[in-house]
């Protein structure tokens, strides 16, 4: 087991949860006086007290180190669900429709959507589905587009997870983005964020 020092040199230690509060800590001292009153860490702390610990801000952060790295090659398909659709506000501010190549609209399976406030989530539900536009990036400009996507997304909370796409009986590879922690919303049954906007009144 490693000790506890070292155990926290490996992570960020600028801030930390507490009551579901992320704080920041003050200085070394009072951060390793917390660990001192803290669960056990290391091969003898589970998930869900790691989690405490370190908080969903470490938690998300480590999936997005973990995977930014990985959305490379001459193109990338992503499959967009939420404020990215056409005509909503992040599409307009990247200029999806000018910046990328609209694949069509699909179902995928296996996700249910939450309500985050202004924009949703996705998370892993066997029994629902998820309404989301695919797109594609090539070409060095549209990369670069995909790319700051993909760092607003993964730093935001979410992690990329690979699906296969069928788009008018074509099947296509790409991924969604999918939120690090199960949200505590209700889901959205149908699955269709704009509906589900038009439902509420709201624009986006």
């Known amino acids: 087991m490693r000790n506890k020092v ?7 230690l600028e801030k930390y949860s507490e009551n579901g509060k992320l ?20 091969k003898n702390m589970d998930l869900e007290q790691e ?14 180190q973990r995977s930014y790295e990985k959305a490379e090659g001459k193109e990338i398909v992503m499959a967009l669900y939420g ?35 202004p924009y949703p989530a996705v998370y892993p539900s066997e029994n ?7 797109r594609r990036f090539s070409g060095k400009q549209q990369l670069e ?3 700051s996507i993909d ?7 979410y992690h990329r997870e690979y699906v296969d796409l069928e788009i008018e009986k074509q099947k296509i590879r790409g991924f969604i983005y999918v939120y690090d922690e199960k949200p505590e919303a209700e889901k ?10 038009r439902e509420k009144g709201e624009k986006n």
């Open 151 to 157: 760092y607003m997304e993964l730093f935001g909370g």
């Open 23 to 42: 704080r920041e800590w003050k200085n070394i001292q009072e951060r390793e006086n917390y660990q001192g009153k803290s669960k056990p860490v290391g």
């Open 6 to 12: 070292s155990v926290y040199r490996e992570y960020p």
């Open 128 to 134: 629902s589905s998820v309404v989301a536009e695919v």
């Open 145 to 147: 587009i995909a790319k």
């Open 51 to 64: 989690k405490t610990l370190y908080g969903s801000a470490f938690h998300r952060n480590i999936c997005w």
């Open 188 to 197: 959205i049954e149908h699955g269709d964020w704009v509906h589900y906007l």
């Open 83 to 117: 404020s990215l659709r056409n005509e909503l506000y992040n599409s307009r501010r990247f200029d999806l429709p000018n910046r990328s190549e609209f694949l069509g609209k699909t179902r995928i399976n296996g996700y249910a959507l939450y309500p985050l406030g």
